[in-house]
């Protein structure tokens, strides 16, 4: 059974970092993507960043990132830990939101999505 567990969320005023942490935990997979993605009350859930692995399909491999957190946020990976995180800097209050992991996992040709349950980011002051 797949598992993805995410932690780091909190409560910062604005200009503040977090760094969110999503351990991924299952059989015998292999990491297509991972990511997050939020949902800011009222509104629809958004990607954030995505890591998508080197591969036969995926050529050398890419990270993506939403145009309104480019160059504040950075998501790195342990490839050996199946752990993505989320580095976000300078947070503003319009990052709150509720983070969600996401992983599309492969096992042979088959490939499902994963999200994780959420863990809240609060910027207030």
């Known amino acids: 059974q797949v598992q993805l567990m995410e932690s780091g969320g909190g409560s910062v005023q604005p200009g503040e970092s977090l760094r969110l942490s999503c351990l991924v935990s299952g059989t015998k997979f292999s990491v297509k993507t991972m990511g997050w993605d939020r949902q800011a009350p009222g509104k629809q859930r958004e990607l954030v960043a995505r890591f998508t692995a080197p591969g036969t399909f995926t050529g050398p491999g890419a990270i993506n990132y939403a145009k309104d957190v480019s160059g504040r946020f950075t998501i790195s990976t342990d490839n050996a830990k199946n752990t993505v995180f989320l580095r976000m800097n300078g947070l503003k209050p319009e990052d709150t939101a509720v983070y969600y992991c996401?992983?599309?996992?492969?096992?042979?040709?088959?490939?499902?999505?994963?999200w994780g349950q959420g863990t809240q980011v609060t910027v207030s002051s």
């Open positions: 996401y992983a599309v996992l492969q096992w042979g040709k088959v490939e499902r999505e994963y």
